[in-house]
């Protein structure tokens, strides 16, 4: 006679113990200390994905003002509308709109918020040409501006891989006015570029009085704290056309030590 069968063990601790959860599925794990490599690499890989589908193989990154209004202050709109009309000309004459073996070239990226970013997406969508926004997920939640491409809008938790993104693809840096969070972004790139760690692409500093009446450059010279040579870093425009033919008279090759030439093909000067 056969025994009894005997009841089967209960395991329900063990299923539902926080160990057998997939690493993938663990938010808790994923979101550990151990785990911030792992999400650094994340941002930066949803990213690139996102931007190789697209053939995005060069950008024009706009920095500026997430206060500045295109009904504000007389002097903070014609910033606005400068900047609108800026990413209409680069988008409409760089490649943005017309893909070179299906990859698109100088396409507008911004940090995807409101004021100037939000103006220089806006000129890209007049024109119908897609645009970036590298978002930051901030303390008061930055929302994306409703202009740039939805498929290319991002939203990053470390500053230093939108920073990356926003680098890596740089064909050239225009810098409209703005506050702490622009010129954080500005000098880091006129750093980078003054000890050879980044290409040498063209940055121009939109409105000339602005920008030598907020920083005193010649004074930075005087007292050795930079080399004379290092303002010819950067140069200034004053009009949307003005920044256009900067850009072009200031003509690099670039390259990209991030990108596989492989993968991204080599993308023209402006």
């Not at 995005?56 to 504000?72: H, I, K, N, P, Y």
């Not at 760089?94 to 940090?111: K, S």
């Not at 290092?230 to 200031?250: K, M, Q, S, Y």
């Amino acid at each position: 006679m056969n025994p009894p069968a005997r009841p089967k063990p209960d395991n329900r601790a063990q299923l539902a113990s926080a160990s057998y959860r997939l690493p993938i599925l663990d938010q808790d794990f994923l979101l550990g200390d151990s785990m911030r490599g792992v999400r650094f690499l994340i941002e930066y890989a949803k990213a690139e994905e996102a931007l190789r589908a697209w053939g995005v193989r060069s950008t024009v990154v706009v920095f500026g003002g997430a206060r500045v209004r295109e009904d504000g202050p007389p002097l903070q709109a014609g910033w606005y509308n400068a900047a609108r009309t800026f990413g209409r000309i680069v988008s409409e004459r760089g490649g943005a709109l017309e893909p070179d073996g299906g990859m698109r070239d100088n396409v507008i990226a911004t940090g995807g918020g409101p004021g100037i970013m939000e103006a220089a997406n806006r000129g890209a969508h007049d024109a119908g040409a897609p645009s970036i926004g590298f978002n930051i997920t901030l303390p008061h939640e930055q929302e994306p501006n409703a202009y740039s491409t939805p498929d290319l809008t991002f939203r990053f938790h470390y500053f230093a891989m939108r920073k990356m993104h926003l680098a890596m693809r740089a064909n050239a840096l225009v810098v409209f006015p703005g506050g702490f969070g622009t010129f954080d972004e500005l000098f880091e790139i006129l750093t980078l570029k003054q000890t050879g760690k980044a290409p040498p692409i063209p940055i121009i500093l939109y409105d000339e009085d602005y920008w030598r009446s907020v920083v005193n450059f010649e004074r930075l010279v005087e007292l050795g704290m930079i080399a004379r040579r290092d303002l010819h870093i950067f140069t200034f425009a004053n009009d949307p056309e003005g920044a256009w033919h900067a850009l072009r008279r200031r003509e690099v090759e670039v390259d990209r030590p991030f990108s596989s030439p492989e993968q991204m093909g080599k993308a023209p000067t402006l």
